[in-house]
């Protein structure tokens, strides 16, 4: 099947999706697309990768377009303007860069590096004009992604998004922890964890600079508004861990729902596949029925005044961008090059990444 009418590869090809992974209801019910500044996304992020020395430059060459990392934002944020998508894209990037990072320090055993760089990265999201020029290429870029984010709305939305993040770092620490520790948290304990490194609020607060509007928090927080969110962001994580258990399993992982599931709920491998598919389709499912009490209450907020118009277009081009991330999701695990562990010469070190093991960096 086609995953995208327009193909975001130069050989577009029929994705054949295996069958454990494939939802029905996402190719039938949940139409993909793409922002029209994809094409020129894609380029100024590899050059910006390039720039901030992010990865290095065989590997920008080797691998930066085939893990479709705009592919997946150029796929969410319709109607963004081009340099808020920009912005965006970039700093997925960056996340992604830096969730790798996380995972070699880890792996090789370097404490006092993590140790530093989330110190460096906390006064970083504070103060990001002081950074831009930081010996580590992973603070420096940091800061330059979340500079021309604060750009686009007031001081208030900077707050909100830095409490946010500052949150998520010290969502890593923890996960650094249980990893070193060998330690595996219970399914429940997993479940709100996951919501911080996956970052569930950080990408619904992105929504409100690609609408081109702050929601005051008594439309933000409605359970109109927040349900549907939530259930968009559950959805995506739920999915990655079960797409990449195989290589979460590879590399002794510690965080993924069916790795508790199976420590701490005595299932079977299979069986927890089966549970996680079953939670994520329940997310497809209950996000259709939220989506639809959103649209009331954006209906609802359109008064008749000028305010009400401007607050109830903006949440329904938000409720519209929560939907696109379920195709985005579900598509960009079947064509980006970081979940093809069967193609890695070692599962457990993907070939996109530093692995250098020489010192703390």
């Known amino acids: 099947m086609h995953a995208f009418p327009h193909s975001t590869t130069s050989t577009p090809t029929a994705l054949a999706v295996p069958p454990s992974l494939a939802l029905p209801v996402i190719e039938d019910a949940f139409t ?52 808020v998508l920009q912005a965006i894209a970039d700093y997925s990037a960056w996340f992604f860069v830096w969730d790798d990072r996380h995972d070699r320090d880890i792996v090789h055993g370097r404490a006092g590096a993590w140790r530093r760089l989330r110190s460096q990265l906390h006064t970083a999201l504070d103060l990001p004009g002081h950074h831009l020029r930081h010996r580590d290429p992973v603070v420096a870029g940091f800061a330059d992604s979340v500079l021309r984010l604060y750009s686009f709305l ?45 970052a569930h609020w950080i990408w619904t607060d992105l929504l409100e600079p690609s609408a081109g509007r702050e929601l005051p928090d008594a439309v933000r927080k409605h359970p109109a508004y927040r349900r549907p969110a939530l259930l968009s962001q559950e959805f995506a994580a739920w999915y990655n861990d079960l797409c990449s258990l195989p290589k979460e399993i590879a590399g002794d992982e510690v965080h993924n729902l069916g790795i508790s599931l199976i420590t701490h709920q005595g299932m079977t491998l299979e069986e927890a596949v089966r549970e996680i598919r079953r939670r994520v389709e329940e997310c497809v499912t209950e996000f259709l029925a939220a989506e639809r009490i959103g649209l009331r209450f954006a209906d609802d907020l359109d008064d008749g005044t000028l305010r009400g118009k401007e607050l109830g277009g903006t949440v329904r081009a938000c409720l519209g961008n929560m939907r696109n991330w379920f195709a985005s999701v579900y598509w960009f695990h079947h064509e980006s090059g970081r979940y093809r562990v069967d193609s890695w010469d070692d599962r457990s070190t993907p070939p996109y990444v530093d692995n250098e093991t020489a010192g703390e960096k």
Request: glycine share 4%; hydrophobic share 35%; aromatic share 14%.
């Open 154 to 198: 007031p001081s208030t939305w900077n707050g909100r998004f830095a409490r946010h993040f500052h949150a998520v770092i010290e969502a890593y620490d923890r996960e650094f922890r249980n990893r070193t520790e060998a330690r595996i948290p219970r399914v429940e304990e997993y479940l709100a964890l996951r919501r911080l490194t996956f």
């Open 32 to 83: 993909r697309h793409l922002h029209p500044y994809w094409p020129k996304l894609q380029e100024k992020t590899r050059l910006w990768l390039l720039e901030k020395r992010l990865m290095p430059a065989d590997k920008v060459t080797e691998y930066a377009d085939g893990l479709c990392y705009t592919d997946l934002m150029a796929g969410y944020y319709l109607g963004a303007p081009d340099e």
